[in-house]
């Protein structure tokens, strides 16, 4: 098949999105598809995936993005195109942020109960989010499109916030590298990285990978690590990636975690650090199906996340890990860490998210989105007899 593929940049080193579509895009071309890419930005590695790349010239806003996205696919002959959520001229449309609408009041959480009326009319204003508006009116108003949702979280935010119709939408959860992301890294790298960040073989290390700290529960997070020290608990937590902003250690210290907690900051690999890790925790606000919740099950680890996480719709709580309500409460999420310092209780949990891990390979994603494409054009050829 001939595939477009459309995202503001293939860079891996960008984040998630970025990541993911460059393994797709390689993983197509591996299994003898003809791939191409529409983006403003290719690396150069992306070079040797035998990738057809169609750069497109820097624009000034998202919405010359796709009218600039849609002038080059149209050049183009193409069995199947999916965008990653920046254009509107596709078969099939995946946001990998999930709703942007969903996203923006979920964010409203993280102010004040007084103070989300008040953001919510402000945010209407802003010509920033009027652009996401109009751009949103192109991408969900097309009724022979496909929309892939990364959990059934996002499906409901497809039809609740744009008006998606149920038949329009196919279910199709993240995969992860299962090699990449192994228990059997822990011999390489657990103990390097533990004497880093002086955690001993009695301490508890909880980790959690993010950028967006606040979206993410960081303060959450930090808020129960202060309590589980003040109990007198061995409990370490590394952030890995984002900044560390004078706010975020402020914050630590008052919540008494700073002398618990380190601030990596960004890496290039988070695999050693998961397998220097016991516990993974993401109390977040917003995640559509988070990756690095599957990348720590992969690794073997219990996973801690919430109920606005897409991902957590694979686990069962008590068996992988658990859930939390609310991503702001700290006694809530500092009673789900309590028994997990308990190696004992961990050790079960770890081989239960292995397996969970592995029925969501990386291979099994991709086969799954195979599938979506075979379908169009399945359907394009009945049209066409």
Same mark, same amino acid.
């Given at each position: 098949?001939?595939?477009?593929?459309?995202?503001?940049?293939?860079?891996?080193?960008?984040?998630?999105?970025?990541?993911?579509?460059?393994?797709?895009?390689?993983?197509?071309?591996?299994?003898?598809?003809?791939?191409?890419?529409?983006?403003?930005?290719?690396?150069?590695?992306?070079?040797?995936?035998?990738?057809?790349?169609?750069?497109?010239?820097?624009?000034?806003?998202?919405?010359?993005?796709?009218?600039?996205?849609?002038?080059?696919?149209?050049?183009?002959?193409?069995?199947?195109?999916?965008?990653?959520?920046?254009?509107?001229?596709?078969?099939?449309?995946?946001?990998?942020?999930?709703?942007?609408?969903?996203?923006?009041?979920?964010?409203?959480?993280?102010?004040?109960?007084?103070?989300?009326?008040?953001?919510?009319?402000?945010?209407?204003?802003?010509?920033? &989010?009027?652009?996401?508006?109009?751009?949103?009116?192109?991408? &969900?108003?097309?009724?022979?499109?496909?929309?892939?949702?990364?959990?059934?979280?996002?499906?409901?935010?497809?039809?609740?916030?744009?008006?998606?119709?149920?038949?329009?939408?196919?279910?199709?959860?993240?995969?992860?590298?299962?090699?990449?992301?192994?228990?059997?890294?822990?011999?390489?790298?657990?103990?390097?990285?533990?004497?880093?960040?002086?955690?001993?073989?009695?301490?508890?290390?909880?980790?959690?990978?993010?950028?967006?700290?606040?979206?993410?529960?960081?303060?959450?997070?930090?808020?129960?690590?202060?309590?589980?020290?003040?109990?007198?608990?061995?409990?370490?937590?590394?952030?890995?990636?984002?900044?560390?902003?004078?706010?975020?250690?402020?914050?630590?210290?008052?919540?008494?975690?700073?002398?618990?907690?380190?601030?990596?900051?960004?890496?290039?690999?988070?695999?050693?650090?998961?397998?220097?890790?016991?516990?993974?925790?993401?109390?977040?606000?917003?995640?559509? =199906?988070?990756?690095?919740?599957?990348?720590?099950?992969?690794?073997?680890?219990?996973?801690?996340?919430?109920?606005?996480?897409?991902?957590?719709?694979?686990?069962?709580?008590?068996?992988?890990?658990?859930?939390?309500?609310?991503?702001?409460?700290?006694?809530?999420?500092?009673?789900?860490?309590?028994?997990?310092?308990?190696?004992?209780?961990?050790?079960?949990?770890?081989?239960?998210?292995?397996?969970?891990?592995?029925?969501?390979?990386?291979?099994?994603? =991709?086969?799954?989105?195979?599938?979506? &494409?075979?379908?169009?054009?399945?359907?394009?050829?009945?049209?066409?007899?």
């Amino acid at each position: 098949m001939k595939i477009g593929l459309v995202i503001e940049s293939l860079d891996p080193r960008r984040g998630g999105a970025e990541q993911w579509t460059a393994q797709f895009a390689g993983w197509l071309a591996r299994a003898g598809h003809e791939v191409h890419i529409v983006a403003s930005q290719v690396a150069p590695e992306m070079a040797s995936l035998g990738l057809t790349a169609h750069p497109l010239p820097r624009t000034r806003s998202r919405l010359e993005f796709a009218q600039a996205a849609e002038q080059q696919l149209e050049r183009l002959s193409l069995d199947v195109t999916h965008d990653m959520g920046y254009g509107w001229h596709c078969d099939v449309f995946q946001p990998h942020g999930g709703s942007r609408a969903a996203a923006n009041e979920q964010n409203l959480h993280l102010a004040p109960r007084w103070l989300r009326p008040i953001k919510r009319r402000v945010a209407s204003c802003l010509p920033r &989010y009027r652009e996401f508006r109009r751009l949103a009116m192109a991408q &969900y108003m097309a009724d022979d499109r496909i929309y892939l949702a990364l959990s059934r979280m996002v499906a409901r935010d497809f039809e609740r916030f744009h008006g998606v119709r149920r038949e329009q939408i196919r279910l199709v959860y993240n995969g992860v590298d299962v090699e990449r992301f192994s228990p059997e890294h822990r011999w390489r790298y657990r103990s390097v990285v533990r004497d880093e960040l002086g955690v001993d073989d009695r301490e508890t290390l909880l980790l959690i990978v993010a950028h967006n700290f606040r979206l993410k529960g960081v303060p959450t997070l930090l808020a129960a690590v202060g309590k589980l020290v003040r109990a007198g608990l061995p409990v370490r937590l590394a952030v890995v990636g984002g900044k560390r902003q004078p706010a975020i250690a402020r914050l630590a210290a008052r919540l008494g975690a700073a002398n618990a907690t380190t601030f990596v900051g960004p890496v290039d690999d988070a695999v050693p650090y998961y397998a220097a890790a016991d516990v993974y925790v993401q109390p977040t606000f917003y995640d559509p =199906c988070s990756l690095v919740v599957l990348e720590a099950w992969a690794s073997g680890l219990p996973v801690i996340t919430t109920r606005f996480n897409g991902a957590g719709e694979l686990m069962t709580p008590g068996i992988e890990g658990w859930l939390i309500d609310n991503p702001a409460d700290a006694d809530e999420l500092t009673a789900r860490l309590l028994p997990l310092t308990d190696l004992a209780i961990r050790a079960p949990m770890a081989l239960a998210a292995r397996r969970l891990a592995v029925a969501h390979s990386f291979d099994r994603n =991709c086969r799954e989105l195979l599938a979506v &494409y075979e379908g169009i054009a399945a359907a394009r050829r009945r049209r066409a007899a």
